[in-house]
């Protein structure tokens, strides 16, 4: 169990650990990658701007000086050389004819040029290239003749990008160093987070590992969060539930011994006291041998009367519901107790208001209101009364036995429905009771999902009253 234990925390300490590290990882992956991608592309528009802002400058004074029709002029060559130089590129003048007047590379000049950007920049749009792989960047303009207005010419404008790419290697290698502190950061995190999230749970099993034996007294408190407190809080009740269960069985088990082991012992001092003298006059011979068999009796009514208990506390297992009339029932138990009461000459009246047929055990609920009327007879003075009466109502009967008997004290009344619970020992041993018929009573109606009251007085009497449901619910 507690191995079990171990390595679950274990394998959830590693899960927590994965997901922090995974939840902490991709991002800083995807941000390398969306950083430079970012970078790269500012850095080639500022660029393009700034070129384009310096070449309007120049494409006007190529229009305005007439270069195009008149190459030459060595200012403005100066210039597109000068640019060319700026930015390690290179300056294409095309006139109309689609010819190359002006290569500062002097090695296209007088060819012809014909392609997409150039054709779109003569219908009037001019165009921007940036050609990442290839490292440069090309500008197409239109050279228009101050005078009408016309495109005369374009002025094409490729320089290299090899600084953009610079630029975004260097912040690679920033970025590539952040990432690799952010990664250990978060290793440290996730290890961190994944020891603090588990450790109630070592703190469980080391409380559960250190129990041994019998069930224990040691109470676990976790109150690390909210859910950990509760579940130890549960846990403690269970634990407590547990110990009183224990109690109870250990206290019913010497009960139990203590019960059955009274009547051998009377049997055996009668038996040893026969044997003891030789010559046994027939009569206390015969007083004896009663003796004994009264206590026979009494063995035999307390196991039956645990075998009741036992199958009683099974529940549902081997319930036997049928429709009953309750009326006939408590007819047949009385007549059956009459002759009981009639030693004692104690009245038997019973009051049955309505006709009653409910879904009930027949046995187990006779064995239970036998035992009231029964106890009503035993602890009742002679010429007393016992009543029994029926009521129903529109979901439940009410079953109710009152009594003109001895009573019972308050302290004693929430107990005596516990097993081997009697009130008065001496007197009820005398009377002849085991202290198992309420327990039996009880839990019957209880397999019946009914319950069960005591009001009593002493001296004046005791009232049981029993209410069980008219449909019985498995
Ligand atoms: N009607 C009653 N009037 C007075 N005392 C009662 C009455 N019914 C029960 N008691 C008290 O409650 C105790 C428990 O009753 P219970 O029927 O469980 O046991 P019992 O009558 O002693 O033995 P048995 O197992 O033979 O019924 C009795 O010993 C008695 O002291
Ligand atoms: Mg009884």
Known sequence: MKD???????SLRARIFVIVLLVGLVP????KHLILENYEELAAQQKSTLIQNQCQQIVDQVGSSGYIRNVGNRQVDRQL????NIYNGRVIIVNTNFRIVRDTYEIDEDKVIISEEVLQCFLGTDSTNYNPDDEFLELTLPVNDPGTGQIEGIMIVSVTTQDVKDGKDALGNTVLILQIVLTLLIFV???YVARVLTKPFGKITQSLAGMRGNVSEQEIAIPDYTE??????????MLHRLKVQEDSRQEFVSNVSHELKTPITSMKVLADSL???????????KEFMADIAEEIDRENKIISDLLSLVKMDRRSSDVNIQETNINDLIELLLKRLR???ATKDVDLVFDDF????????????????SNLVENGIKYNQDNGWVHISLNVDNKYFYVKVEDSGIGIPPEDQENIFERFYRVDKSHSREIGGTGLGLAITRSAVLMHHGAIDVSSTEGEGTTFTVRIPLKFTP
């Open 4 to 10: 079990t234990v171990l390595k679950y925390a274990k």
């Open 28 to 31: 800083i992956f995807l941000m």
């Open 81 to 84: 050389t000068q640019l060319a």
């Open 189 to 191: 995190a996730a290890y």
């Open 228 to 237: 950990t407190k509760l579940l130890a809080d549960a846990y403690n009740q």
């Open 275 to 285: 044997l003891a003298q030789d010559e046994v006059p027939n009569e206390l011979y």
């Open 339 to 341: 002759p009981i009461a």
């Open 354 to 369: 309505k006709p009653v047929v409910a879904e009930v055990d027949e046995t187990k609920l006779a064995l239970a209101l």
